[in-house]
Nanobody, 127 residues
């Protein structure tokens, strides 16, 4: 049984930092590309960052470029999202997701393409 468990969310002031973690189990982690998505109240789930199976390729959305960094550790079956210079508009539930893909070049942004999802962790940025 595949399980993705996010942690590290919380309440932070604008300009602060958080590091989200996602622990994966029940799958061959190194066969999966990983993504971070977020969903604010009343909005659609949106792509935040993605990393390919090896960690060699990664991409972040325009809205977080220069502030957020995605990384992974295949020895620990974990993916991380370092979030710096947080803004109130970053407030959302953040989800990690896994996609069975060994592509070196393509990072998939569409939520519907992902195979497995975590339950999410709340991030609230106060102004």
């Amino acid at each position: 049984q595949v399980e993705l468990v996010e942690s590290g969310g919380g309440l932070v002031q604008a300009g602060g930092s958080l590091r989200l973690s996602c622990a994966a189990s029940g799958l061959t982690f190194s066969d999966f590309a990983m993504g971070w998505f977020r969903q604010a109240p009343g909005k659609e789930r949106e792509f935040v960052a993605g990393i390919n199976y090896s960690g060699a390729s990664r991409v972040v959305s325009d809205s977080v470029r220069g502030r957020f960094t995605i990384s992974r550790d295949n020895t620990l079956n974990a993916v991380y999202l370092q979030m710096n210079s947080l803004k109130p508009e970053d407030t959302a539930v953040y989800y990690c997701a896994a996609l069975n893909s060994q592509s070196d070049l393509v990072i998939i942004r569409a939520p519907g393409a992902y195979d497995y999802w975590g339950q999410g962790t709340q991030v609230t940025v106060s102004s």
